[in-house]
């Protein structure tokens, strides 16, 4: 499931994706998937063709935020969380350092 989010926020060009091994660090998700873009259209339009792709595989969120401010979307899929950011809520939340025990994999397409 973490590949087809990022497959999917690739798609509509997001920037600097990455997965966060969670794993050891929270009993409530295994991954987190971390992308950014520049405008809050871009980063709705991640999170739009990260639903729709899912959706066709039968996956679907359990919960989601932040969609009508459009500065960072969260799609809860129980095992994969993604974070989808405007880059300067990304820069402010730095997710990536608060939870900086979390093994990091770029995303490579």
């Known amino acids: 499931m ?4 990022c497959a999917a926020a ?3 060009k997001a920037r600097d994706i990455v997965t966060m091994d969670m794993r050891e660090l929270t009993p409530t998700t295994d991954y ?4 950014s873009a520049n405008t809050a259209t871009q980063v709705r339009a991640i999170a739009d063709n990260i639903e729709e792709k899912l959706a066709e595989s039968g996956a679907h969120f359990l919960h989601k935020e932040g969609y009508r401010e459009g500065e960072w979307i ?11 950011f405007r880059q300067e809520a990304r820069e402010y939340y730095a997710l990536e350092h608060l939870w900086a025990d979390a093994a990091l994999t770029p995303y490579e397409d």
Not at 75 to 83: F, K, L, N, P, R
């Open 2 to 5: 973490k590949e087809a989010i």
């Open 10 to 12: 690739s798609e509509k």
């Open 32 to 35: 987190f998937v971390v992308c």
């Open 74 to 84: 969260l799609m809860d899929y129980g095992d994969v969380v993604a974070h989808i």
